[in-house]
């Protein structure tokens, strides 16, 4: 059960969604992805829960909702694309970075 929470401040740290999604349930594990270039966060992330139930509920509550100045983009997470095998490389790590404060707040 792994959600993707997108449109995240470059400051928000993993302490901050698991304080904000802990209020719909048990987290297990938070990532914010590092982008491999410039190391710092990519303004977004993917929190795992417990349950389905929990995920369902917090995607409901938080999609939309206004929090560290930014209006989140919460879905359940899509499986990671394999990476182009272009001489480019095309892809990227995992990363972000940046400011932003505050509670949040349904729309």
């Known amino acids: 059960m792994t959600i993707y929470v997108g449109n995240l401040s470059y400051s ?51 999609d939309g909702a206004e929090w560290m100045e930014r209006t989140l983009k919460v879905n359940k997470a899509r499986p990671q694309e394999e990476r182009s095998k272009s001489p480019r490389g095309g892809g990227g790590g995992w990363g972000g970075g940046g400011g932003g404060g505050g509670g949040y707040s349904r729309r």
């Open 12 to 62: 928000v740290t993993e302490d901050d969604l698991k304080e904000v999604f802990g209020e719909y349930g048990t987290i297990k594990k938070v990532q914010l992805p590092i982008d491999r270039e410039t190391q710092r966060k990519r303004g977004f992330g993917f929190v795992e829960m417990e349950t389905e139930d929990q995920e369902a509920k917090a995607i409901q509550e938080l």
